[in-house]
């Protein structure tokens, strides 16, 4: 049974960074994503990254975010540098499988709040 967990969010000052882990088991992933839900918000994308490493980033977070992967360990990883009080959200991370039945995955979520 595929399970994710996630890890790291917390409060934060503007300006400051959070380092997100999210670790699967159960499986092997191709594609490694974050992303995020403010109240009242839709769920937005916020990076993925692919099994040889190429990365996408949503405009909002590039050059502060850099998501990251260790396939060995089947954990994806999201550094959050600069942290401004709209990146405020609930932090989710989604999977897809590499292999049959291919199915997509998601973590429990994690708060990430900034605010002075």
């Known amino acids: 049974q595929v399970q994710l967990v996630e890890s790291g969010g917390g409060l934060v000052q503007p300006g400051g960074s959070l380092r997100l882990s999210c670790a699967a088991s159960?499986?092997?992933?191709?594609?490694m994503g974050w992303y995020r839900q403010a109240p009242g918000k839709q769920r937005e994308l916020v990076a993925t990254i692919s099994s040889d490493g190429s990365a996408n980033y949503a405009d909002s977070v590039k050059g502060r975010f850099t998501i990251s992967r260790d396939n060995a360990r089947n954990t994806a990883n999201l550094q959050m540098n600069s942290l401004k009080p709209e990146d405020t959200a609930v932090y989710y991370c989604?999977?897809?499988?590499?292999?049959?039945?291919?199915?997509?995955?998601w973590g429990q979520g994690t708060q990430v709040t900034v605010s002075s």
């Open positions: 989604n999977f897809w499988e590499a292999r049959s039945p291919f199915r997509n995955y």
């Open positions: 159960g499986s092997v992933f191709s594609i």
